[in-house]
């Protein structure tokens, strides 16, 4: 969706919340010891308790509660690394993707942290399809 986000393994609580204020993120989490912490109670640093195990409605309640736009920037940042990917010419990546999607596929991007390139292939329609539900719902 083209937010910036990052993946704390919930081993270091403090570290995430020093990240997060330094960093002006908003914690989405399952621990319900977070949401007890000062630092959120007293909605310095905004925190989400996310519910149920259902990913697609756990999207949605971030979505509802942030307020997200579900077209802002979508595709741009490497889900891997949080880095804005930069557009890559068909000849630019000629041997770098396999060649069914060389054939079929004309956009290209890449992450200058990692070098993945992507494209718009089943996956990326798949998670179009699944964003503009949401938005209607
Ligand atoms: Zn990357």
Same mark, same amino acid.
């Not at 736009?69 to 949080?82: A, I, M, R, V």
């Given at each position: 969706m083209g937010y910036d986000t990052l993946f704390f393994n919930g081993k270091n609580d403090s570290r995430m919340i020093t990240a997060a204020l330094a960093e002006g993120r908003v914690i989405l989490t399952r621990d319900t010891q977070i949401m007890k912490r000062r630092v959120v109670t007293s909605e310095r640093l905004k925190a989400i308790l996310i519910q149920g195990d259902d990913p697609e409605l756990q999207l949605h309640q971030v979505i509802d509660t942030l307020n997200l736009?579900?077209? !802002?920037?979508? !595709?741009?940042?490497?889900?891997?690394?949080?880095q804005p990917l930069l557009e890559r010419s068909k000849q630019q990546v000629k041997d770098l993707v396999p060649t069914y999607v060389f054939q079929t596929q004309s956009q290209y991007m890449e992450c200058p942290a990692c070098h993945r390139i992507y494209w718009k292939g089943t996956h990326w329609q798949a998670m179009t399809e699944k964003l503009k539900k949401f938005m209607k719902g």
């Open positions: 736009d579900c077209q !802002f920037k979508s !595709f741009t940042l490497c889900p891997e690394c949080n």
